[in-house]
């Protein structure tokens, strides 16, 4: 599956973006999806975790109560809504895949997950 990350950019701090994830799957449906950053000079991160009934969801605790990780299968895509964004949330942002189809896990590592978009970049300025 082909994964493709958007909604990027530069916001001054409380500010917000929604990330957007499209699949090209047409099982997306059944794959779990997740978010991790990575920001220069840091080792990646995770962020947010989605299963593939949206039936559970996992947050970074730097992100929790700020970050919303949700789902339109009608669309094939994923979101992850920033909210309240500081300077230390600038990173690139992947989000990542796995075929998941019956499993209740939310996964948070990054070796779980087989599939990796491209990366968007996220700047929030002081």
């Known amino acids: 599956v082909q994964l493709q990350a958007s909604g990027g950019g530069s916001v001054q701090a409380g500010g917000s973006l929604r990330l957007s994830c499209a699949a090209s799957?047409?099982?997306?449906?059944?794959?779990?999806v997740g978010w991790f950053r990575q920001a220069p000079g840091k080792e990646r991160e995770f962020v947010a975790a989605i299963t593939w009934s949206a039936s559970s969801t996992a947050y970074a605790d730097s992100v929790k109560g700020r970050f919303t990780i949700s789902r339109d299968n009608t669309k094939n895509t994923a979101y992850l809504q920033m909210n309240s964004l500081k300077p230390e949330d600038t990173a690139v942002y992947y989000c990542?895949?796995?075929?998941?189809?019956?499993?209740?896990?939310?996964?948070?590592?990054?070796?779980?997950?087989?599939?990796w978009g491209q990366g968007t970049q996220v700047t929030v300025s002081s």
């Open positions: 799957a047409r099982t997306f449906s059944s794959y779990a």
């Open positions: 990542v895949a796995k075929e998941s189809y019956g499993s209740t896990v939310v996964r948070t590592k990054s070796p779980d997950y087989d599939y």
